[in-house]
C-alpha cells in the first residue's frame, strides 16, 4: 500500500505533539507514527491523548510503500533515524517543517518550511489559521501545551510575537489552560521530589570569573528519571546565572551532568562538548563513565574554574565619555550643562577631581523652588554617593539600583572617574551582547531613574 507518514524527532516532546496536531488538520491523509521513546515532559500529555493520534510504529512502516513523509521539529537526520531505518525500498518526497537553526538541516533532498519562532507548534499554528482551519478544544490544548513547553510558557528570549498571537487564538478555540498546566507539571514521581528536597539544600553557590553559579553533587543508587525537570525547578528558585548538577550512580559508574544557564555568555552545548554531551545554549547535559564520582565533580568544578567566561561587569558596559561638573559652580550653571550635555544627572567632583556628590534634576528643581539657583553645587547635591569599580558584575549593579533606587552609579578606577553606568545602559547591555560594551556614551536618560 502506498502511505504518506508524519513524524516528530525521536523522544517525541510536546512541541512534536501540537505540530502534530496541526499536521492531522492540514494533512488528513498522513499517518502518524510514534517515536520509540516518548519525552518524559510529554507522558502525560501522550497518555491522554493516545487514542487521538492514533500512532502507528516505526516498524509498520516496512510492509507499506511511503510516498511522502512530514518531519516537525527537526532537521537533524541523527533524530529521524529510528524512523529512517524502517523505510525500506521507496523514494520518498520528504517535507520539514521545523523551528530550529537552518544550517542544521542534514536531510538530504528534503524541502524545508522553516520557522524563525519560539515553538514550532506556533510555525504550523500560523498556516493551520491561514487556511480557515478550526480546532476542538482538546486540539486546541495539545497545541497550547506545545508552545507553552518550547517558550517556558511564552517567557523565553525566543518567543516571536506570533507564538503569542497563536497561542491567543487556541485559548479562542477553547484550549484549557488547567490542562495545559497539569500536563506541564514536570514533578510528579515520589523519587523527583526526594531529589528536588536533597538537592535545595546541597546545591552551593560559587562566584566564576563574576558569574554567580550554583553547582551539586549527589549520589543516587539508581537512575531517577525526571532528573531534568529537578534541575529546571532548582535553577528556577534559585535563579542563578547558570546551575550544573552533577549526578553520580556508582553501581553503573555513571556520571549525569544536567546543566541550565540564563546568560548567552555561558554556552552549556559547547561546555559539555569536551564531555560528550551537549544540547542547546541554556540547557544542556553530558553523561560519562567515570570510576570515582567525588574526584570526577571536582574535576569538573576545576573545569568549569578554566572554561566559564568572564561576567559582563561595570568597566565593559559603563559610558566612558562622563560628564562631570565641579563643586563650586553654581546650580544655575549645572542646570545648563545639564541640559547641554543632555543628561538628567552628574558626578560633582571637586578642585582635585575627587568625587564628592551626584546632582540630578531632582536638586535643580528643589534649588529652583528655593531661589537657591546661585548657590553653589556643593550646597544641594547628593552627598551620600554610591560608586563601584569598574569590576562590579551585573549582578551587583542591578542590586544596587534597585535597593536604592538610583538612576546612575559613578564607575571609580584609583580614586579617579572612570564612567559611568545609567539604568540604560545596564537596560541596554540585559537586552543582547550587541548593546553591550558601550558606544552610547552620552546618550540621554529620560527622566531621573531615581523617581521611577
Ligand atoms: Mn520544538
Excluded at 551585573?394 to 535597593?403: G, K, Q, S, Y
Aim: glycine share 8%; charged share 25%.
Amino acid at each position: 500500500m502506498v502511505v504518506n507518514v508524519a513524524f516528530g524527532h525521536t523522544n517525541m516532546d510536546p512541541d512534536c505533539f501540537g505540530s502534530l496536531v496541526f499536521v492531522k488538520k492540514l494533512f488528513p491523509d498522513y499517518v502518524l507514527v510514534r517515536s520509540r521513546l516518548i519525552h518524559p515532559v510529554a507522558y502525560t500529555l501522550y497518555d491522554f491523548f493516545e487514542s487521538y493520534f492514533n500512532f502507528i510504529e516505526a516498524v509498520d512502516m516496512e510492509r507499506e510503500t511511503i510516498e511522502n513523509i512530514i518531519v516537525v521539529d527537526t532537521s537533524s537526520s541523527a533524530r529521524i533515524q529510528e524512523y529512517l531505518g524502517h523505510i525500506h525500498a521507496s523514494n520518498p518526497d520528504i517535507t520539514i517543517y521545523d523551528h530550529h537553526p537552518a544550517e542544521r538541516c542534514d536531510i538530504f533532498g528534503a524541502r524545508r518550511v522553516g520557522f524563525s519562532l519560539g515553538a514550532n507548534t506556533s510555525g504550523l499554528g500560523r498556516i493551520a489559521r491561514e487556511r480557515g482551519i478550526r480546532l476542538e478544544s482538546e486540539e486546541a490544548t495539545i497545541a497550547l501545551t506545545g508552545i507553552y513547553a518550547d517558550t517556558g510558557c511564552l517567557i523565553y528570549e525566543n518567543v516571536k510575537p506570533l507564538d503569542m498571537e497563536i497561542a491567543a487564538w487556541l485559548l479562542d478555540m477553547g484550549a484549557s489552560l488547567k490542562l495545559v498546566k497539569s500536563f506541564l507539571e514536570t514533578i510528579k514521581e515520589d523519587e523527583q521530589v526526594r531529589v528536588l528536597n536533597r538537592l535545595l539544600l546541597d546545591v552551593r553557590p560559587v562566584t566564576i570569573q563574576g558569574n554567580e553559579i550554583l553547582v551539586s553533587y549527589l549520589e543516587l543508587d539508581r537512575q531517577v528519571s525526571g532528573l531534568a525537570a529537578v534541575v529546571d525547578k532548582i535553577a528556577g528558585v534559585k535563579n542563578p546565572d547558570a546551575y550544573f548538577a552533577v549526578f553520580f550512580i556508582p553501581g553503573k559508574n555513571t556520571a549525569l551532568v544536567i546543566a541550565r544557564s540564563q546568560k548567552s555568555r555561558i554556552d552549556l552545548h559547547e561546555l559539555l562538548a569536551p564531555y560528550g554531551g551537549g544540547g542547546h545554549q541554556a540547557a544542556a547535559s553530558a553523561k560519562l563513565t567515570v570510576e570515582d564520582g567525588r574526584q570526577f565533580y571536582d574535576n569538573f568544578q576545576a573545569y568549569l574554574e578554566r572554561s566559564l567566561a568572564p561576567a559582563l561587569c561595570a568597566g565593559d558596559i559603563m559610558s566612558r565619555n562622563v560628564f562631570s561638573i565641579n563643586e563650586d559652580r553654581s546650580l544655575l550653571e549645572a542646570s545648563k550643562y545639564m541640559e547641554q550635555v543632555n543628561h538628567t544627572g552628574l558626578p560633582v567632583l571637586n578642585g582635585a577631581g575627587e568625587l564628592t556628590g551626584f546632582l540630578t534634576l531632582k536638586e535643580i528643581m528643589k534649588g529652583r523652588k528655593n531661589s537657591q539657583m546661585n548657590s553653589p553645587v556643593r550646597s544641594c547635591m547628593i552627598r551620600k554617593v554610591i560608586s563601584i569599580p569598574p569590576e562590579t558584575t551585573m549582578r551587583e549593579i542591578e542590586r544596587l539600583f534597585f535597593r536604592h533606587h538610583i538612576g546612575y552609579l559613578p564607575v571609580m578606577r584609583n580614586n579617579e572617574l572612570a564612567g559611568i553606568v545609567s539604568r540604560g545602559d545596564y537596560i541596554r547591555s540585559k537586552i543582547g551582547p550587541d548593546f553591550a560594551g558601550g558606544g552610547i556614551s552620552g546618550s540621554a536618560e529620560t527622566g531621573n531613574a531615581a523617581e521611577e
